[in-house]
Structure formats: structure tokens, C-alpha cells
């Protein structure tokens, strides 16, 4: 009995056990929001996983143009859970994205992407799998509201660790947020609700706790991860926290800045590569690195600008990358220094976890595009040796020398449309994609630019 035999009479089963009466096909979509379609559990057949769903892509976000909009989504057997906010038992499963009408591969497809990152690492024989650990920031509110209108720009919100919420409950000082504990800590309920619900559908979570930002910044760091199932784990963590947050009658926002003169929500990535069951990032240089890992970092400092505008792409990122608040904008690597963009992890004693972390990125972010882009920066370093230069010690912020992250949105996506030639070696990403990516992004960043906000009336309004 082959694999998807084996794992459909399993879920067949499943559905029969449990009483399952629906199925649920969630689809990723362009810009890395999740969508859903819904059916009854006799759905569940052979030919589902064989030919998938129709969906239009010209409205599910990103995908398509109306006149080429046909799109399949075809559910991935490996990604089956029962998913917990829905009224009735729904056997849920995450989908690849394909053309309806042609046999090519559909090129915007963000884990078909991802995919293809391990599998450029299989044919050049660095590596077997790529493994990382996620760390997701967010912020906890009670509420939020806003209006955007030609009479009105405003935005307010609500967190009963702030004095925003008039209560007598405890009230968190600004500087005491990470790590504090309960009455202080008013997340702790909720974490510990996340934390069972993700361990219960296959997400394992390496820690969580209160993060810096007062008020309402959490944080959790998924465990070490093959590459497809981390980008996999990031979009349903963000599901379930949302979700969640409904359940306590709260909001939950990724948003890497929402908030003026407070620390911002990033989304660092660890990562390391395997072979044959080995860790080949470890070795004898710096940090306990092997020449591989600091090729690859040295890969990833070449290109970081570049990679800013997939894994930065929103006009709000760059209000996050700033100088201040463990803000990762040199262009650099260090051994423990949180305003590096490359940061070597102090702590880690197992040869077998020895690996790097890389901390510009942020939750606005397609996962899988981040992902396989800090792959592809990595295999480009490691294919042309390059040397990521000495560490960096001391104050960096106040080091003139070290290039800086792009300050804008407009100017990662110049930064992207001019070097990203190392994205498409090795057929990781496709050139359409990277158009497309530009494009979309792009019209963001004028929609934002166009409106005039707070600031802007304080400082010209009486010119």
C-alpha cells in the first residue's frame, strides 16, 4: 500500500470515528492570507486529491486576472487536522494551486514555491531539508477602530494592560513587558489555550510568553521545522491566534507597527540545513559555524536588500525597521547583537541545532516566498563562496559602515526588481511571480501614499 493509500483510509476512517461532516480546503493565497471552501464529508474521495476544486483566482487575491482566472486547488494529503473553530467536526486540509486548464506548473503558487526550495537543495547536493524555527509576534487587544475618510484620519486602541481601558486591574510599566508573569501578564490564559490547540493538530511550539511592547505584545517560537511544514505551521498559528482571539473577545494583529513609540512585532527566522541527518551548519569557525553556514550568510547579506522586498513587504515594515528598539537594520552578523540582521543565537550548546537567525522579516510577509527566498540568497552564497566579512561587535547602530535594510517599501521593491536574478537560479522562484510580486506590492505602497496621515497635519497644517 503506497503513502496517500495508506493516509486516505486513515482520514476515511476519521471522518467514519469522529463524525466528521464536513471538509474544508484552505488555500494560500497570493499575498499569504488563508481562504477556505467548504463540503460535505462524502467529498472526501480519490479523485478530490486527483483533481482538486475550482476557485477563481481573480478574486481570491493576488492570483489571477479576469481573463485568466481558472485556477484548481488540489488539497495535500500530508496537511490534514480537525480544525477546532468550526461548529460542526470539518476534516481541514491546506492545497496546492494549479492551473485549471493547462499542465504547466502555475508559477504564483507560494508552497509550490516553497517546495521547490528543498528540491533545488537535493539537486545541487548541498542539502537534504532546510530546518527553522519561526518566531511569531503579535499584539493582544481588547479592540481597536479607525476611519479613513476625506473629514476623518484616526485610529484607537484598546488593551486592559494599558490605561486606555479605565479598570482597577493591574497595569504593566512600559519597560517591564518581557517575560512578566501574571496579574501583570493578561495573555497567559490565552497562551496556554494556543499552546494546547496547536500541539493538538501537529504544531510543536518551542516556547511562548509576553514580549517587550506594552500593551498586549506576545510571542511564540514554533519548534524546529522541515521548510514546507514551517511556511505550513506560520499560516495556520496565525489562523488559530485569530481565532482564538475572537473566542476571548479580543483582536490579534501581525501588524508590525501598529502602534507609535513602542517596540514593533517582527518574524525572525532560525534556520539550518540537513544532510543526511546531519546538521552542516555546524563546524569549527566562527560561532561553532562551518564554512557552508557562513556562505550562506554570507549569501543572505548580499542579497538583503533584495530580500527585504519579499520579506518586508509592507509600507507599514518599515516604520518597525528603525533605528532603536532591537531593530535589526545593519546589514551585518554577530554573535548575540539583536540590531544585526544576521544574529548567531549565544545559547545554543547542541552541535546538532547550531544554526543562524535572520531578523529583518515580519509577519506581513508570504511565509513561503520568505522562506525559499532565504534559501535561494543561501544556495547563492554557498555556490560562489562568498565571505560574509568579519563579525560585527559593539554598538552597531552607532557604525556608520555596515550598509543599512531599504527605509521604504519603494525602495525594497527597486532593490528586488534590479537583483533578483539569484531568485530565479536554480528555478526556486519564477520570473512571472517576481513581476506579479512588484506589481501588487507597488500599488500598495501608492494606495498608502496617497492619503495624508496625523503627522503630516501637525507639521504642514499651518504652512
Avoid at 294 to 302: A, M, P, R, S, T
Avoid at 342 to 370: C, H, L, M, S
Avoid at 376 to 385: S, T
Avoid at 401 to 412: C, H, R
Amino acid at each position: 500500500m503506497n503513502d496517500f493509500r495508506q493516509k486516505f483510509e486513515h482520514y476515511r476512517k476519521l471522518i467514519k470515528q469522529e463524525e466528521i461532516c464536513l471538509i474544508d480546503i484552505k488555500i494560500v493565497n497570493f499575498v499569504g492570507l488563508l481562504k477556505h471552501f467548504t463540503y460535505p464529508a462524502r467529498a472526501f474521495t480519490e479523485r478530490l486529491f486527483d483533481e482538486g476544486i475550482g476557485v477563481d483566482g481573480s478574486s481570491i487575491g493576488g492570483y489571477a486576472t479576469v481573463e485568466s482566472s481558472d485556477l484548481i486547488a488540489v488539497p495535500d494529503i500530508d496537511t490534514g487536522f480537525i480544525d477546532p473553530f468550526f461548529p460542526e467536526k470539518t476534516l481541514s486540509f491546506l492545497s496546492w494551486v494549479n492551473y485549471a486548464s493547462r499542465d504547466d506548473e502555475f508559477p504564483l503558487c507560494p508552497r509550490s514555491t516553497a517546495k521547490r526550495a528543498v528540491q533545488a537543495l537535493k539537486d545541487l547536493k548541498i542539502a537534504d531539508e532546510a530546518y527553522w524555527i519561526p518566531e511569531l509576534e503579535f499584539f493582544l487587544l481588547d479592540g481597536y477602530s479607525f476611519s479613513l475618510n476625506p473629514m476623518s484620519t484616526n485610529v484607537e486602541f484598546l488593551s486592559d494592560e494599558a490605561t486606555t481601558v479605565d479598570n482597577y486591574s493591574y497595569k504593566l510599566n512600559p519597560k517591564w513587558g518581557y517575560g512578566s508573569v501574571p496579574p501583570y501578564d493578561k495573555g497567559i490564559e490565552f497562551r496556554t489555550e494556543f499552546t494546547r490547540i496547536a500541539e493538538d493538530i501537529g504544531i510543536n511550539i518551542k516556547v511562548g510568553h509576553h514580549e517587550c511592547a506594552v500593551p498586549g505584545q506576545h510571542e511564540f517560537e514554533l519548534d524546529l521545522t522541515p521548510l514546507l511544514e514551517a511556511g505550513d505551521h506560520i499560516i495556520l498559528s496565525k489562523y488559530i491566534i485569530k481565532n482564538l482571539a475572537a473566542s476571548f473577545n479580543k483582536v490579534a494583529t501581525f501588524m508590525p507597527k501598529p502602534m507609535y513609540g513602542v517596540a514593533g512585532s517582527g518574524m525572525h527566522f532560525h534556520q539550518m540545513l540537513t544532510k543526511k541527518g546531519k546538521n552542516i551548519f555546524n563546524g569549527k569557525g566562527f560561532a561553532d559555524l562551518s564554512d557552508t553556514a557562513l556562505q550562506y550568510i554570507g549569501g543572505v547579506l548580499k542579497h538583503a536588500r533584495a530580500l527585504t522586498g519579499i520579506t518586508n513587504p509592507s509600507t507599514n515594515s518599515f516604520k518597525r525597521l528603525i533605528p532603536g528598539y532591537e531593530a535589526p537594520t545593519a546589514i551585518c552578523y554577530s554573535n548575540s547583537n539583536r540590531t544585526a540582521a544576521v544574529r548567531i543565537p549565544g545559547y545554543i550548546k547542541d552541535p546538532q541545532k547550531r544554526r543562524f537567525e535572520y531578523r529583518p522579516p515580519d509577519a506581513t510577509g508570504n511565509p513561503y516566498f520568505t522562506l525559499a527566498a532565504l534559501v535561494a540568497a543561501g544556495i547563492d552564497g554557498i555556490k560562489n563562496k562568498r565571505d560574509p566579512g568579519k563579525p560585527a561587535v559593539g554598538n552597531i547602530e552607532k557604525k556608520a559602515k555596515y550598509k543599512k535594510v531599504p527605509a521604504s517599501l519603494y525602495e525594497a521593491l527597486h532593490y528586488l526588481e534590479k537583483g533578483h536574478k539569484f531568485l530565479l537560479q536554480d528555478g526556486i522562484f519564477k520570473k512571472e511571480m517576481i513581476k506579479h510580486w512588484v506589481k501588487v506590492k507597488r500599488q500598495e505602497a501608492f494606495e498608502v501614499n496617497i492619503h495624508p496621515n496625523p503627522k503630516e497635519i501637525e507639521l504642514y497644517f499651518n504652512f
